[in-house]
């Protein structure tokens, strides 16, 4: 179905917006509350009205984003809280969004994606992330729908999507969730490993390209050594950047200093 930013901007014109809880969501309300450094770079994409964005920034954390692809909601936040940063209101799609940030706040954005983008919002979500940057909040644990937001999933179709990119995520049982929806969500936290610095974007189109092209490639290695070859697949393995060759070798992005 048409997920647009005209979809969304109907559904709050319409006042038709099932999902709003009118203030923060209590589980993440309590995670902000334990939170002690309030110079975290925040974002809570898909923020909708907000109330979560507000919370923290009443709270005194300076440093909170929010992204919707329709400014539509953020009428209403600037209304009950006119001091929020609007350099901090960023109207546009997630996917196209470029940032670095400690904590990614996740409260129905992804029941609301297209079942078949999955995959790119935690690939989306690992390179928002700086390493150690943490992906935190709620996602349902029931089959809600199939054909319309909001989309449903169990821990068992979210953990595959999830552990190549956060190898220790967790999804327990939320024991705070507001009445309606109690019992039927997971307190979710993902945190992108310290141990990889991802390649630079440029060589990682360049591995890409060989790959889609089918052209050979040079490897220069890090130790020094080359490694000649055809990329046949490109992938996440514990956190990092890996590609596979034809001959079957498997090279960690990060040990690769340069292509040709
Ligand atoms: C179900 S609403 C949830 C809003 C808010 N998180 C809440 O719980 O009240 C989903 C929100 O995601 C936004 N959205 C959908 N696709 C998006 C995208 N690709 N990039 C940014 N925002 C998006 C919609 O405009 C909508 O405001």
Redesign the pocket.
Known sequence: MD?S?AF??Q??GDNE?G???GGP?TPLRAYIDQLTDRELRML?????????AEYAHRAGFRNVHV????D??FVDLKARCPDFPSDHLIV????A?EGSYDVILE???F???DPA?RDRYVRKMWELLRPGGKLVGVLFNDALFADH??FGGFKADYEPLLKPYFPAVSMEPCHNSIAPRAGRELWLHAQRPLSYSPVACALYDRFEAAAVTRRPIKLSMIDGGTVEGIIDDLFIRDGADWLRLKSGGEYRLDAISGAE
């Open positions: 997920l930013r969304w901007e559904r709050y917006t999902w709003d809880l969501s809570i994409p898909g923020a909708g009205r907000a109330y979560e992204i919707d692809l329709t539509a909601p546009g799609d997630f996917f969004h409260q129905t954005f029941c609301a994606l983008l937001p909001p």
